[in-house]
């Protein structure tokens, strides 16, 4: 990743931040949203894809003048983790900002959580949101952008899950009359529950019908259906999500499928600041956005270079 001057002088005013003075007063959520408008980006809230209210996805757009017209714009929907408990995508601007300052389209989406739903309530959701964004990228509100007709998807946490149902398993796209294999570029998991049982975390074990685990509900009980590319992310120091029986297992099954695949351990990260890295607060830690770069330019349609290799 190049780093301009520009940049790099902005990312040092940014550090000179009175951050312990900012931090008493804001949340570290608003704290790393506020920054993120140092990241310019057209915005579109609450495009709904749903009777239900929680049923709403938020686009970032890059700037229109930064667009390569003679290749497509590769597009993102982006679930946010929360343990399927907690999490709006209000909270993840600075996601949806630090990527479509790479040069893509990106959707931000919500779907419903315990308690009003349990499994596979979400999942349906997730679908639901990207047959929305299908819609909308081929519209005229959308074609100045140049959208790819296909593509990534992208979660943390709980939402990796997701993610990885959604490209791992037919069922979901399916209901949205989607194909997986067809419209899927690439999935992009960060410390992702790939391997959720036995569920140790109290207020997970409800949301998965505990004691009695619905069967087929098991992200590595599908790779051998993992013909999507994936980029699976791990922290350095997770203890929420035990990164051995997750990323590094399903890794490992990938490899023996042979499967296409990426994993890769983010230094100095933990379960949350591996998404946080997508902030310029925390530069200093390992970067998730290089190798998300890497990969999207490897599995797009023609990308260019150019926007991506910015900061």
């Not at 570290?28 to 408008?37: D, E, F, I, R, S």
């Not at 990527?99 to 009003?116: C, E, H, K």
Request: aromatic content about 10%; some cysteine; overall charge negative.
């Amino acid at each position: 990743m190049t780093f301009h001057s520009d940049a790099i002088m902005n990312l040092k005013k940014i550090a000179l931040i009175p951050l312990v003075t900012l931090a008493s007063a804001c949340s570290p959520l608003t704290l790393v949203n506020g920054v993120a408008h140092f990241y310019d980006a057209d915005v579109i809230r609450d495009v709904s894809y749903g009777d239900d209210t929680k049923l709403a996805l938020d686009y970032y757009l890059p700037n229109k003048s930064k667009i390569d017209t003679s290749v497509a714009t590769p597009v993102i929907v982006f679930f946010y983790g929360g343990s399927w408990n907690d999490g709006d995508k209000k909270d993840y601007s600075f996601v949806g900002r630090r990527l479509a300052s790479q040069g893509y389209i990106v959707a931000v989406a919500n779907y419903r959580l315990y308690p009003q739903v349990t499994y596979p309530d979400f999942l349906y959701d997730s679908a639901k949101a990207v047959a929305q964004v299908m819609t909308d990228i081929r519209t005229e509100r959308f074609k100045d952008w140049h959208a790819d007709d296909r593509v990534f998807l992208m979660g943390h946490s709980a939402g990796a899950y997701n993610t990885a149902m959604l490209a791992l398993d037919d069922r979901w796209l399916q209901s949205q009359s989607l194909q997986r294999t067809s419209l899927l570029r690439g999935w992009i998991g960060l410390a992702g529950p790939y391997d959720l049982y036995p569920i140790n975390l109290e207020d997970v074990r409800p949301v998965f019908h505990y004691p009695d685990y619905p069967p087929n509900s098991n992200p590595i009980e599908f790779v051998d259906q993992a013909d999507v590319p994936a980029l699976l992310l791990a922290p350095e120091d997770d203890n929420l999500v035990d990164t051995q029986r997750n990323t590094y297992s399903l890794a490992e099954a990938m490899t023996r499928l042979d499967k296409p695949h990426t994993m890769l351990t983010i230094s100095g990260t933990s379960h949350i600041t591996i998404i946080g890295t997508l902030s310029p607060l925390l530069f200093f830690k390992g970067s998730t956005l290089e190798p998300i770069n890497t990969f999207i330019q490897q599995h797009s349609s023609g990308m260019s270079s150019t926007l991506a290799s910015e900061i």
